[in-house]
């Protein structure tokens, strides 16, 4: 079946540390992939995104490159801040990029030390 | 832009009783709401996907006649939890898309309803 696996958190860093969540995913089609973000309190907002492989999604200086060749969607920063603290959730949807019937990963909960 | 809300945030209720949670898109048209479920440590797990005005579409597993989701304007669905029970305490998460915001194919979530059943 189709699935996503990240990793176990919960994630603690210091300040200005660098970032990497790993997502894996299996899926019976050519999945679009997405990461998305949820600060305390807050719904869910998509992050960033990449409809197909090699594509790489950026925004608010997190980056993710789907690399069809290993299933994954690996998101990282080079310099994270407290503000960042939040729990991260990597998704599939196999319907385009319509984003239809989204399959979501477990979510990493993310703590960043001043 | 691009809000969701949901009502209530929390609502704790005793078993047997039915609980109404309301998803509201604030400032663009909702042609497509989903419904997820969220256990502690879990993945969010669709529940049934609606289109206004039509019936709404079940996952696998997922009892209708348990779960009543209304969509009957582009602004609002409703799930109601009928005859709770204890096993039905989880966080209900809506998400939303449709025309009128600037990614129109992109979901919106709202912020989730913690419903514990007594």
């Known amino acids: 079946g189709n699935s996503v696996t990240q990793m176990e958190g919960p994630v603690t860093l210091s300040e200005e540390a660098f970032l990497t969540i790993n997502c894996t995913y299996t899926a019976t089609g050519y999945p679009s992939l997405f990461w998305y973000v949820q600060y305390p309190g807050e719904g869910l907002q998509l992050l960033l995104k990449a409809t197909k492989a090699d594509d790489k999604g950026s925004n608010k200086g997190f980056e993710a490159t789907y690399r069809k060749e290993t299933t994954s969607f690996h998101l990282e920063k080079g310099s994270v801040q407290v503000s960042d603290s939040a729990v991260y959730f990597c998704a599939l949807t196999l319907l385009g990029g319509s984003q239809g019937n989204l399959i979501f990963g477990k979510g990493t909960k993310l703590s960043v030390k001043p | 832009g691009a809000v969701v809300s949901q009502h209530p945030s929390r609502v704790i209720c005793k078993s047997g009783t039915s609980v109404k949670i309301e998803c509201r898109s604030l400032d663009f048209q909702a042609t497509t709401m989903f419904w997820y479920r969220q256990f502690p440590k879990q993945s969010l797990m669709l529940m049934a996907t609606s289109n206004e005005g039509s019936k709404a579409t079940y996952e696998q597993g997922v009892e209708k006649d348990k779960f009543l989701i209304n969509h009957a304007s582009l602004t609002l669905s409703t799930l109601t939890v009928t005859s709770a029970h204890p096993e039905d305490s989880s966080f209900y998460i809506c998400?939303?898309?449709?025309?009128?915001?600037?990614?129109?194919?992109?979901?919106?979530f709202g912020p989730g309803t913690r419903l514990t059943v007594l």
């Open positions: 998400s939303a898309y449709g025309t009128g915001t600037s990614r129109y194919n992109e979901q919106f």
